[in-house]
Each structure stands twice: as C-alpha cells, then as structure tokens.
C-alpha cells in the first residue's frame, strides 16, 4: 500500500510517500480502501515526535478516514465487502488501506460524498462525546466553543445549534467570525481585540456559559472558569496554549463548576466504539438533514501531506483539509 510517513521528528519536509506491506484484518477488524483522509492538529504533534500512537496502532499518521469496505476480520458482522464507509482510528489514516475495529466504522451519512465523509469522524465524535455525552449540553442552555472556524468548532457551532443551546464562539478574522454566523452562532467573538468573558456575559444577562469546549488548556484556564455559569462545564481537549495554569479552586467551587480533561485517541476500544454508535444515532439523521455539514477547506493529493500540514499549521484554513488517496 502507499503510505505519508515520518522520516524523522520535524517539521512537514519530513513527510514523504513510501510502499508498506498491506495490513490484514484481525479478528472484530474492517480492511478499508482509502479514498481520503483528514489533517488534524494531533497529527502535527505527531510529525514533531510529541504524540505517539496508543500501543498496537498503526504508526502511520492519521486518526479518521472515508473509504469502502475491503475485506473482514474473523467475527464480523453488519458490513458488507464494497459498503462505503467513515471510520475514527487511532493511527493509519494517511495510507491506501487501513485495519480498524469495526465498532469504530460508520456508514457514509445520506447526501454527503465518499471524500468528503473523511471530514467527519474525528469532529462528530469528538463534539459529541464531550459536549453531550459528558458535558450534558441541553436545549436553551448557553455554549461557548474556542477556535469556531477550526474542524472542531464548525462541528461544535452546528450541531450545538440544532440542539437548542444558544451559541457563542470565538475566532481571529473577520471572515471567520462570519462563517461562524453562518453556520448559527448566535454571536460570534473575535478574541483579538474582544474579552469573550464579558461579551457571553452580556449575552446571557450576565449568567455566563453552560458549557465551554476549549482548545487553548492553559492561556484560557482562568477566563473559562470565570464564564461559566454556575454549575458550567469546562471540557478541556486541546493544549495549543500551553500546559500549565494557574487555577482559582475558590471561583470554582463558588460556581459549582467542574473542570473536565478528556482525550479521544487514548480511549479504550469499547469506549470509542460507543461513542461511534451515538454518533451514528444521534448526529448522523442532522447530517442528513442538512441540519449539519461538514466543511472543507481543501482537498489536496496524499502526496501533498507536507502542505497540508503547512495550512493547519499556520490556521489559514476554516474546516477541515482533506488528503484524497
């Protein structure tokens, strides 16, 4: 099969396109042929040497694809050879064919195309599980979502507003600040030049956030706490502002709040299989709806992975970048 690799830590000019043997299927493992796969933020760590797969993964780079079922592992059943299908992995996206269990493979939701359903995995499962499954997102309830424009925010702002929550978002442009009023954000915040504490503030007649997704960890630690609302959920699931804070136990506790960290790559089989399945019950009937749509910034060949990773890596995209085997 083809594969994107790593020659070495470092930067994408370490990306190169290389033959592997074929993987085989295993028992309770689905063999997809590829047909796109999608660059996310974790897999920039991983070209760094920062984020390396859970054991028995693939370490080929690549933690979600689109592609059509090739063959099935001992014990599989509900598929058929040929079935166009979605999968979240935890490594091996960025190749012609990939092993997955099959918990983690999802049917193609209705009206989206095959390349295109690579854009859906990660941040389906990924909004889901932590904004409804953990936090407990309800209708009417405020929710405030980091980096709105980004793969995970596009998701997080649609799906949040078919739900019922009242929206806010935050992003660095003026033309991402309108995608994220396009896409129902109820007001959308540019973190540049606003204090996005005040303005939920204001928009939530100074009650604040129910639940806040956050990117940053530790720049936003102290002004995420200090927008929740009383008894607000704080899911932390990304470290791009840094590690360590400082935090207020005293603020937190006169709110009720709770501070929640969560990865999704690192879950157990299990667990990431049924998180699949919600998704697959849940968000894709929206999907089909055209009540949410995945957005794609680009699609580019397999064999520009290095630039695909230049465009994540600098944020000039809005949605997701797509690599197309």
């Not at 689109?66 to 592992?73: R, Y």
């Not at 806010?168 to 030049?193: H, M, N, Q, W």
């Not at 956030?209 to 956050?214: E, I, N």
């Not at 002004?223 to 009383?230: H, I």
Request: proline share 6%; aromatic share 4%.
């Amino acid at each position: 099969m083809r594969a994107v690799t790593a020659t070495e830590p470092g930067g994408p000019e370490v990306l190169t396109v290389t033959d592997l043997p074929d993987p085989e299927p295993g028992p309770g493992e689905v063999l997809i042929d590829v047909a796109a796969t999608a660059v996310n933020r974790a897999d920039l760590l991983q070209r760094q040497g920062f984020y390396p797969p859970p054991p028995g993964a693939s370490d080929v780079i690549g933690l979600e694809c689109s592609g059509t079922v090739a063959a099935l592992g001992e014990g599989v059943t509900g598929w058929d050879v040929g079935a166009e299908v979605c999968a979240l992995l935890a490594g091996g996206g960025y190749a012609s064919r990939v092993v997955v269990p099959a918990g983690q493979v999802m049917p193609v939701p209705d009206g989206v195309d095959l390349v295109t359903a690579a854009a859906l995995p990660e941040v389906a499962c990924t909004v889901w599980s932590n904004v409804f499954m953990v936090a407990g997102l309800r209708p009417d309830e405020a929710f405030l979502v980091h980096g709105g424009a980004g793969g995970i925010g596009t998701m997080a702002i649609q799906l949040t507003k078919a739900l019922g929550a009242q929206v806010f978002a935050t992003a660095g442009s003026p033309e991402k600040l309108e995608l994220c009023r396009s896409l129902g954000a109820d007001v959308a915040i540019g973190y540049r030049d606003e204090d996005f504490v005040e303005v939920v503030r204001a928009g939530t007649e100074g009650r604040g956030a129910d639940v806040v997704l956050d990117n940053m960890g530790a720049k936003y630690l102290q002004r995420n706490v200090s927008v929740l609302a009383d008894e607000g959920r704080l899911v932390i699931i990304g470290m791009q502002g840094g590690v360590k804070a400082e935090l207020d136990i005293g603020k937190l506790l006169s709110k009720r709040g709770a501070v929640i960290a969560t990865a999704l790559r690192s879950r157990p089989v299990e667990d990431k299989s049924a998180i699949c399945s919600s998704v697959v019950e849940n968000v894709w009937p929206l999907v089909a709806a055209g009540r949410v749509e995945p957005v794609v910034h680009q699609v580019l060949p397999l064999a520009d992975a290095a630039e695909a990773h230049r465009i994540v890596e600098d944020s000039s995209h809005s949605g997701k970048v797509l690599l197309a085997i």
